[in-house]
Every structure is written in C-alpha cells, then in structure tokens.
C-alpha cells in the first residue's frame, strides 16, 4: 500500500517544495512570512539572549584561573585610560570648536536605526527589516567599528553579511599607511586585505578602515595580525583580525 | 502524538540552529526518520523540517524541504543495499549530507563543525530510538 502511495506523495511534495522556492523568490509569500516572524521572533531572542547568558557562564568559569591576573592589568591600563581620558575631552572639545568654525557637521541624512541581534548562522539576523525602513544594501556599525552589509531583509529581520564572510569584499585602506585594497572574507573566520600594490606600505598591527565606496569611510574593520609580501607577485596581502566578536555583538546600528 | 513531539523537538532544534549553535542540527532527525521510519511518514516529515528551518532561518521557503526530501528519497532507494540504520552507513551519510547542504547553502563549516555535526546523530538516533517502528520499513520503488 505505501509503495504505491509513496511516489505520488514524493512527487506532491517535490514539486510543492519547488512552488514555495519560485513564489518566496517573486515574493508573493512576504506575508506568510510576516506573519511566522510575529511568533518565531520574540523566540528567537529569547533562545539567542539565553545562549548567550550560558556562553557567558561557561566562559567565565573556563576563564576564572586568569581572572586575577588579567583584573591586576585592567587596573594599571585604568590608570594609563583616566589620563587618556582627560587628553580626549581636550581634544573633544578642540574638535568641536573646529568643527563650529568649518561649519562641517556630519550629514543630516545620516541617521542611525538601532537594532538587536537575534542570531548568527552564516549572517548575522537582526530584528529590524523592512518594516523599519531597512534595505538590502545598508551599512551596519557598532559604534565606529564595521559589522557588515545587509543582504537581505524580511518583514521584521534582516541578514548581514560579516565581513569574515566569503562574499564580503570591501574597499578599505590601512590608517596609518593609507595603503588601498580590498577586505575579503577568508572561510567565514578571517579577513584578508587583498589587492594592496606592492609600492604600498604594509605594517603588522596597523588598523584596516572603510575607504568609503558603498561603505560609510573610515568605519574600522580590524588589525593587521600578518603581512605576506611576495616580491614576484603583482600585490601583497595581510591577515586582518576583526576588531568584533560577532558571538557577543547584542546591539548595532544601521546606517539609514 | 509520536509525531507532536519529533516535530516539537524539531522546532526547538530549529531555534537553536538559527540562534546560538550555527550547525546542520535539523539533519539529524530528517536522516533518522528516513532510515528507520515508512517512506510516506518519513517524506512528509521531511518536508515539514524543511519548512519549520526556513520559516526559523529566514531562508528561502522551500529550499530545505526540497534539500531534505531529496535526502530522504535517496536513503530510501539505497536502504537495504546499505542497511541503512547501523551506524557505518549513518556516518558517512551524515558526513557527506551535512557538506553538501553547507556547501549548497552557503554556510560557513569548519572541519570541528563538520565532525561534532556529524557525531550528534548518534544522540539523534538514540532520542528517536522510542518513536521508531519495529515493522519492516517499505522501500520506495519506481518498477
């Protein structure tokens, strides 16, 4: 009985299966999916939140040995970051007064949307979408620090693309050098900044920022960890690490 | 009710593998059900995982479900050959099934991601251990 019942119900459901995939794709099924994120996304950050709360758990206990050590540092960098401090309000200050003389504030269409991670596969799903205005194509920060691209975007959630991620490919310069080449994605783990002329200059701990291009500039991305340089190759090349646990991000902001 | 709680324990798995543990974790119970459950049950739950990891994930509607019941049809056609329940033939299967679904939905997978992801569908076998049938499984034929 099942034998002759199985290949039509195979066929039923293939077929059926490959309907949803062409109207998702047109899509003629965004309130379907609205409508499933009204329930599945207040579950969603409670299963992220309370991950994150067990990963936290975990990690301090895993880490619990080093803590002294590393709190007898934190209180000497204090000191080092109490004069820093005073430096930077001076500075703020010397900033703002420049600015007021130039008259060049940031740009008023410049608007930051604040959102909440909800979880992290290949992309980063936040709990805006585009019921909140967001749209394929826009920047994603967390405070001066890149996130990524977003690449996709429902209802109520949005995909960004991370930096680490194998598509990603963004125009970026080294701040101190100003060398120009492109952020890829390495393996979804790492970034490579690649096509960098070898006239260029290269340095280990050297910050990578956003050289503008579709990207809001001088957004940081990471620290040059390895610079491989091959004289007989066109370009040179250097390992990059992010400068965020994208694990641990909870909130970011979206450039509007 | 066998089947509230597998599709239960599905959507659970579901929320996990779209917040905190970015594995292939809705593979295991598809694969389990496909080599122990009747291939009509099997198929329909397929179809059904498919479409609680896309409504989850925010992937295209359609695309697991298609992924899964083309799994569950190939294991079905190849069951007996392979006695597909005993763990010689769900390793390798599970190794492979979860590349594959990786590599044609762009996730990022690491060696460690692909061996732990691999080895959970041992606990996977053992939880749906209650739920299996002791009836000899129908085998899908095209003749």
Redesign the interface.
């Given at each position: 009985m099942?034998?002759k019942?199985?290949?039509p119900?195979?066929l039923f459901?293939?077929l059926?299966?490959?309907?949803?995939?062409l109207?998702?794709?047109f899509g003629f099924?965004k309130s379907?999916?609205a409508g499933?994120e009204q329930i599945?996304v207040p579950?969603?950050s409670v299963?992220?939140q309370?991950?994150?709360k067990?990963?936290q758990t975990i990690s301090f206990a895993i880490h619990l040995q080093g803590l002294n050590e590393k709190n007898k540092q934190l209180e000497s960098d204090l000191g080092q970051f109490q004069s820093l401090r005073v430096k930077l309000k001076v500075l703020e200050k010397e900033n703002q007064a420049l600015r007021q003389q130039l008259e060049a504030p940031l740009p008023p269409s410049v608007k930051f949307l604040p959102a909440k991670t909800?979880?992290?596969?290949?992309f980063l799903?936040i709990d805006k979408g585009e019921d909140d205005g967001v749209k394929p194509g826009m920047t994603v920060v967390s405070e001066n620090r890149l996130v990524g691209k977003v690449v996709?975007a429902?209802a109520r959630?949005s995909?960004i693309l991370l930096p680490p991620?194998p598509?990603a490919k963004i125009p970026a310069k080294s701040l101190s050098t100003n060398a120009r080449g492109l952020a890829l994605g390495s393996?979804?783990?790492k970034v490579i900044f690649s096509k960098v002329l070898q006239a260029e200059t290269l340095q280990k701990d050297d910050l990578i920022v956003t050289a503008g291009d579709g990207y809001l500039p001088d957004l940081l991305i990471g620290k040059i960890i390895k610079v491989e340089k091959r004289e007989v190759e066109p370009f040179q090349q250097a390992e990059v690490e992010p400068s965020l646990n994208y694990q641990q991000l909870e909130n970011v902001f979206i450039v509007k | 009710m066998k089947y509230l709680i597998i599709l239960l324990s599905i959507l659970g798995l579901s929320f996990l593998e779209s917040t905190v543990l970015p594995l292939n974790l809705i593979i295991l119970p598809v694969i389990c059900l496909a080599v122990r459950q009747r291939t009509d049950e099997a198929l329909i739950m397929a179809f059904l995982a498919g479409m609680i990891l896309d409504l989850s994930t925010g992937r295209i509607l359609g695309l697991d479900s298609f992924f899964f019941l083309s799994l569950t049809l190939l294991i079905h056609l190849y069951q007996r050959r392979f006695q597909a329940d005993r763990l010689r033939f769900l390793l390798p299967f599970t190794f492979l099934a979860v590349i594959i679904n990786s590599t044609l939905l762009g996730g990022a997978l690491t060696p460690v991601k692909l061996v732990i992801n691999t080895a959970l569908i041992i606990p996977a076998r053992l939880f749906l251990q209650p739920f299996f049938k002791e009836e000899k499984q129908e085998q899908l034929e095209f003749a």
């Open positions: 099942y034998k019942r199985t290949l119900l195979f459901l293939f059926l299966s490959l309907l949803l995939i109207l998702d794709n099924l379907v999916r499933s599945t579950i969603r299963f992220y309370t991950g994150q067990v990963s909800l979880g992290l596969d290949r799903i996709a429902t959630t995909q991620d598509e393996f979804g783990t | -």
